[in-house]
């Protein structure tokens, strides 16, 4: 005896998901990219360059400047 096939979520509906969303995830790429540039920049300021929170100095990317 066979069991009967039937989705896990039920009957499938064929909606364009991707081409109705792409707007979004295009959107949210570019503010990810934003806010990463962002915080970038924002680590490299002379503020916080010597700052030992700062993530460049733990991985050894760069030695705190001496003033």
């Known amino acids: 005896m066979e069991a009967p096939r ?3 979520l ?3 509906y064929p909606v364009p998901i991707i ?12 503010i990810a ?5 962002l915080a970038t920049r924002l680590a490299d300021t002379d503020e ?3 700052d030992p929170r ?3 100095i733990k991985s ?3 030695t705190p400047d001496k003033h």
């Open 48 to 50: 916080f360059r010597n």
């Open 60 to 62: 050894g990317a760069r």
């Open 19 to 30: 081409r109705t969303l792409w707007p979004f995830f295009s959107a949210g790429l570019v």
């Open 6 to 8: 039937s989705s896990l």
């Open 10 to 12: 039920g009957k499938k």
């Open 54 to 56: 700062n993530p460049a």
């Open 33 to 37: 990219y934003g806010v990463n540039s």
